[in-house]
């Protein structure tokens, strides 16, 4: 499942709409609406503030390179 369709079906179930989101999060209407469709690539700023508005938080894990 990618990162979009995770914060749509999380702002579902607090039950507030793609403006809500934007407004509380301060980030545009546009990127929130791109983001849940998977369109456009976000930068690791703008998660954070969704994110952080959904109550969710991102980690970051670096892979390991088996040789």
Do not use: C, H
């Not at 954070?48 to 088996?66: A, C, F, P, S, T």
Request: aromatic share 2%; hydrophobic share 40%; proline share 1%.
């Amino acid at each position: 499942m990618d990162i979009g369709t995770v914060i749509k079906e999380r702002r579902a179930l607090l039950g507030i709409s793609q403006q809500d989101l934007s407004d509380y999060s301060g980030v545009g209407i546009s990127t929130v609406k791109d983001l849940e469709r998977g369109v456009g690539n976000p930068s690791l700023q703008t998660l954070r503030k969704i994110l952080d508005v959904v109550g969710m938080e991102m980690v970051l894990q670096v892979k390991q390179i088996v040789k």
